[in-house]
């Protein structure tokens, strides 16, 4: 599975948790201490925001580790709010166009963990997504179709019920194709002003997640597992939450109240 990070506060530079620390996620691509496989090297990708409404993303195919540009481009970005993630792929190919974040206007996304039965339910969910939605379908991972239907669902004025309408809908076709894989989503999405983030399964048992306040106040940090040793003040966030984050506060709520 994947692994990600999501922040939003103070201006930072990218490589402060990026490449940094630790356990960077540059260290997790190859020695994860929480994901299913320790070795997430099917492509990475950076998400950010500056001095336009819609955010800017680089993706690409080679191993976080591996990879000089992202070195760079982490050491020179300095960002409010920016996504990082480094791919291990749950069966779709290894292709630039399936590399996280996804994003469609000022909305990005991106995810860690699988819906069950991903190639007989394909189809069904495809053709769930409106045309006007569909032209920005460019891979072929279930993360990018979730992304879609949630912003069909309504994420631009009701981000909880736009993923709680998503998550049902794809869950009744997996009942309807008698799918008995789980349904798992930890993920994270912003419209550039707040950051939010699920952690949910079927099964109850979703991927990692956890945040972190910096000392200093100046920003908050969600993560799929910590940047350090793991007891510099990290929460994991419960099974089943639906994670609002803003400038001051990170808050949760139990994603089935929402529901």
């Not at 994003?103 to 007989?120: A, C, E, L, Y």
Request: glycine share 8%.
């Amino acid at each position: 599975m994947c692994r990600w990070i999501a922040y939003l506060g103070e201006p930072m530079f990218l490589e402060d948790f990026v490449t940094a620390p630790q356990q960077s996620l540059i260290v997790q691509s190859r020695s994860s201490k929480e994901a299913r496989s320790a070795v997430n090297g099917d492509g990475f990708g950076l998400g950010w925001y500056a001095d336009r409404a819609e955010p800017g993303i680089f993706r690409d195919v080679r191993p976080a580790w591996s990879d000089e540009n992202l070195l760079s481009l982490a050491r020179q970005i300095k960002s409010r709010l920016f996504f990082a993630h480094i791919r291990a792929s749950t069966g779709t190919a290894t292709t630039r166009a399936n590399c996280h974040p996804f994003s469609v206007g000022r909305w990005m996304f991106m995810h860690n963990g699988k819906i069950g039965g991903w190639d007989t339910l394909r189809r069904r969910i495809d053709s769930a997504i409106p045309d006007e939605l569909f032209k920005h379908r460019l891979g072929t991972t279930d993360s990018e179709a979730l992304f879609l239907l949630m912003l069909a669902n309504g994420l631009d004025k009701d981000p909880a019920g736009a993923v709680s309408r998503t998550l049902a809908m794809i869950e009744e076709q997996m009942r309807q194709l008698r799918i008995e894989e789980p349904l798992r989503v930890t993920a994270a999405f912003s419209n550039g002003e707040k950051v939010y983030a699920l952690r949910y399964a079927s099964t109850g048992k979703p991927e990692t997640l956890y945040t972190r306040q910096r000392r200093d106040n100046s920003g908050r940090l969600l993560v799929s597992e910590p940047l350090d040793d793991g007891r510099d003040d990290w929460l994991a966030v419960p099974p089943q939450s639906f994670v609002e984050v803003t400038r001051d506060h990170v808050g949760w709520r139990d994603f089935r109240a929402v529901a």
